[in-house]
C-alpha cells in the first residue's frame, strides 16, 4: 500500500485500486498524521487542527475516523491484533509506514539526497513528476495543511530549480528553456531561477536573450521591490559579457535553500548582519524595513509574514535604536496580521506577534501602546508553546522579556525568561539565542546584586560569541565589568573610584561605534553620576555631556551640584514618570534623591511608593552595565522625607 498527499490525498493498494478512505474528515486526520512524519500528534492537537470551534463530542468523532481508517488501511488484520499502521502512542496517534511508501516523505528524501549527490538526477525528476497538484490539495481551509503546503511548495520550487542547475552543471541544459522561462513567469522573485534561465539560453547559443533576461530581472527588481539582483546575477552577467561562462560548464556547489530569493533573502542576510554591529547593524536594520515593503508591494500576505518574522534577531534593550523605523515595522506586522485574519497559519501569526513584542520597545510606548505589545508578547508566546517549535519560542519568550518591565522589582521574573531562553537554546542549538539568554541572565544576577553569577554569565556568553562571531557581545560585558568595578570602589582595598570611571569611558568607547543608539545615548553620564552617588559626591556638571533620555531625571541634582536650588526645585516638578525600561529603577532614585534634597516630601512619597517593590535590587544594575548603589539606600531616604513632620 502507499499514500499519496502531493495532489488530494488518496491511498492506494499494491496492485493500484484505491482506498476508500471515507470522507474529507477521514482523509484530514490521515494526512495530518503524515504531516508529522512519524511523530506522536496528540488528541488535544487533532482536535484543534480539525476543527476551528471542536464539537463537545470531538475526542469521540476523532476516534471513529481513527477507527474507520484503521479498518480501511488495515482490511485484513484480525480483530484482536493492535494496528500496525496508525497506532496509539502516549495521549495520541502515530503513523507507522515506511517512508517509500508515502509520495511526499520520498519526495523529501530525494530532494536531500540530490542536494549532496546530482548523480540522482533521475530519482528527482521522477519525484517532481509524482507533483498530481498542491500539496493537500483537498484539505483546503486548515491551518495546518496551509502551512505544509506553503512549506513543501518551497521545496517543490527548489526541486526545480536544483534539477535545472544540475543539468547546466553537466553541460546539457539548452532544452531547459521552455521550462525555466514558465517557472520565471510564475515565481518572477524568485532570483535563481532567472540566473537559470539565463544560463539555459546562453547553452543554447542565445547571448543576447540570455543578456536580455537578465536585465529584465535588474528592471523588475529595481522599479517594483527597489533592491538590486544579487551577487550571484551580477556576476553572471559580467562573465556572459566577456564570455567565461563556458558553454560546457563545470559542476558547481548548489546552496540549496540558502540561494537568494529576492525579499526574502534580503532579510535573512540583514538578520546575519545585525549580529556584527557597527555599521552592518545600521545597514541591516534599513535592508530589513525595505525587505518588508518591498515584500509589501507584492501583495503576497504569507511572503510579506515570512520577511517580518524571518529577522529573529535578539534583542536586549528596552529602548529602540530607531524609533521611526521600528514603528514602521510595527505597523507593517499588524496590517499583515489582519491581513492574515484569525484562521492564519498559526506559526506566522506567531512570528508577527513576537515582531510585534520585540520592535515595540517599552521606552518608546505611551500607555495604550506598551498594552498593545504586552498583549502581542502574551499571544505570541501562547502560540509557540502551542506549536512546540524551539526557535519561535525563543522569539516569542524575547519579546515577553522586553515586555517585562511593567514596573520596578521584577528582576526575578527577568531571571525566569533567561533561564528559559537559555535552555531552550542550550538544548536545541540556537547559539544568538542562547548569547541572549546569558545576558538576560547577567542583566537579573547584576540587577539583585549577584556580581558573582553575572561575572558567570559574561563569561559564558564571551565564549559564544567567539564562535557565533557575535562582537557586540564583549561590548556589553564590558561594561559590565565597569559596573562591578564601580561597586566594589566602595569597598575597603577596592579600586578607587577614578579606576572605575577609567573604566567606564573605556566601555564607552567600545560602545560608540557599535551602532546601539538607543543603548549609547546618555549611559556614559548616567554611569557616572551613579558613580558619585556611590562615594555621596555631587553630580558631574560638565556642559558637554549628553543626558540623551535620561536628561530630566538627571538634571535636578546637576543643578544642586551647582547650587541653583530654585532651578533644582522647578526642575523636579517637571520630572515625568520614568519610561518602563531597564533603567527605572534607577530613575526613581534620581527623582528620590533629589526630593530628599529639597524636601519635597510628596515627591518623595510618590517614588517611595514605586520603589518598595525594588528593595532588593540596585539601582540600574538591571541594565547589567552600570549602577546607582541599592535601591533600599535611595527607599530609606524617601521613607524617611516623607514621613517628616
Known amino acids: 500500500m502507499r499514500i499519496d498527499v502531493l495532489g488530494a490525498v488518496r491511498a492506494l493498494h499494491d496492485d493500484g485500486s484505491p482506498v476508500d478512505l471515507g470522507g474529507p474528515r477521514h482523509r484530514e486526520v490521515l494526512a495530518r498524521l503524515i504531516a508529522a512524519e512519524g511523530r506522536m500528534v496528540t488528541t488535544d492537537t487533532l482536535v484543534d487542527d480539525l476543527w476551528t470551534d471542536p464539537p463537545v463530542r470531538a475526542v469521540g468523532a476523532l476516534r471513529t475516523f481513527v477507527a474507520a481508517l484503521r479498518r480501511a488501511l488495515e482490511p485484513d488484520r484480525p480483530p484482536r491484533d493492535p494496528p500496525r499502521v496508525i497506532v496509539t502512542e502516549g495521549p495520541g496517534y502515530a503513523l507507522r509506514l515506511p517512508r517509500e511508501d508515502v509520495d511526499v516523505h520520498r519526495f523529501q528524501d ?16 521522477a519525484a517532481l513528476a509524482a507533483w498530481r ?48 522561462g514558465a517557472h520565471v513567469a510564475e515565481h518572477p522573485w524568485r532570483e535563481p531561477a532567472w540566473g537559470l534561465l539565463a544560463r539555459a539560453l546562453h547553452r543554447g547559443g542565445r547571448q543576447a536573450d540570455a543578456l536580455a533576461t537578465l536585465r529584465r530581472a535588474r528592471a523588475m527588481l529595481v522599479d517594483q521591490l527597489g533592491l538590486e539582483p544579487g551577487a550571484e546575477l551580477q556576476r553572471l552577467e559580467t562573465d556572459i559579457l566577456v564570455g567565461s561562462v563556458p558553454l560546457e560548464g563545470a559542476r558547481t556547489a548548489w546552496t540549496g535553500p540558502d540561494v537568494r530569493l529576492g525579499p526574502r533573502t534580503t532579510v535573512e542576510l540583514a538578520r546575519t548582519l545585525a549580529l556584527a554591529g557597527g555599521d552592518a547593524l545600521v545597514h541591516s536594520r534599513r535592508d530589513r524595513l525595505a525587505a518588508v515593503q518591498a515584500a509589501e508591494r507584492m501583495g503576497d500576505v504569507s511572503l510579506t509574514a515570512r520577511v517580518i518574522g ?132 547577567l542583566q537579573s544576577a547584576s540587577a539583585l546584586g549577584d556580581l558573582d553569577a553575572a561575572a558567570s554569565h559574561a563569561e559564558a556568553a564571551e565564549e559564544l560569541a567567539a564562535t557565533t562571531e557575535a562582537p557586540l557581545v564583549p561590548v556589553l560585558t564590558g561594561w559590565f565589568r565597569a559596573r562591578a568595578t564601580a561597586a566594589r570602589s566602595t569597598e575597603p582595598g577596592g579600586p578607587t ?13 567600545a560602545l560608540r561605534t557599535a551602532g546601539m543608539a538607543g543603548l549609547h545615548r546618555g549611559l556614559f553620564p548616567l554611569a557616572l553620576l551613579g558613580l558619585r552617588l556611590l562615594h555621596d559626591r555631587p553630580a558631574p556638571t560638565d556642559p558637554h555631556l549628553d543626558w540623551g533620555p535620561y536628561r530630566p531625571w538627571a538634571r535636578p541634582l546637576v543643578l544642586l551640584a551647582q547650587d541653583r536650588v530654585e532651578e533644582a526645585r522647578t526642575a523636579l516638578a517637571a520630572v515625568p514618570e520614568p519610561a518602563r525600561d531597564h533603567m527605572q529603577e534607577a530613575m526613581w532614585c534620581l527623582t528620590a534623591r533629589a526630593a530628599v534634597r529639597l524636601g519635597e516630601r510628596g515627591i518623595a512619597a510618590h517614588a517611595e511608593a514605586y520603589l518598595r517593590e525594588a528593595r532588593a535590587e540596585h539601582a540600574g544594575a538591571a541594565s547589567g552595565m552600570l549602577t546607582l548603589g541599592p535601591v533600599t539606600r535611595y527607599l530609606t531616604e524617601a521613607e524617611a522625607c516623607a514621613g517628616a513632620e
Do not use: C, K, M
Open 110 to 125: 530525494t530532494l536531500a539526497r540530490a542536494r549532496r549527490d546530482p548523480d540522482v538526477l533521475t530519482d528527482l525528476g
Open 133 to 180: 497538484g498542491p500539496a493537500y490539495a483537498d484539505v483546503p481551509g486548515s491551518a495546518w495543511a496551509q502551512r505544509e503546503r506553503t512549506r513543501l511548495e518551497e521545496l517543490r520550487l527548489e526541486g526545480v530549480e536544483l534539477r535545472a542547475r544540475i543539468l547546466l552543471d553537466s553541460g546539457e541544459g539548452a532544452g531547459l528553456v521552455a521550462e525555466l
Open 310 to 441: 524571518a529577522y529573529d534577531v535578539p534583542a536586549i534593550w528596552s529602548r529602540a535604536d530607531d524609533p521611526e523605523q521600528s514603528r514602521a515595522v510595527v505597523a507593517a506586522a499588524e496590517r499583515t496580521l489582519t491581513a492574515l485574519g484569525p484562521d492564519g497559519p498559526a506559526d506566522l501569526s506567531a512570528r508577527l506577534l513576537a515582531t510585534i513584542a520585540v520592535e515595540s520597545r517599552s521606552a518608546d510606548l505611551s500607555g495604550t501602546e506598551l498594552r498593545r505589545a504586552q498583549r502581542a508578547s502574551r499571544q505570541a508566546e501562547a502560540l509557540a508553546r502551542h506549536l512546540a517549535d524551539p526557535a519561535l519560542l525563543a522569539f516569542a519568550l524575547n519579546g515577553v522579556f522586553l515586555q517585562s518591565f511593567t514596573r520596578p522589582g521584577l528582576a526575578a521574573v527577568r531571571d525566569r525568561i533567561g533561564a528559559e531562553i537559555l535552555d531552550l537554546a542550550t538544548r536545541h542549538e540556537l547559539p544568538n539565542f542562547a548569547v541572549l539568554g546569558r545576558l538576560v541572565r
Open 497 to 509: 573610584a577614578a579606576t572605575a570611571a577609567a573604566h567606564y569611558r573605556a566601555a564607552e568607547n
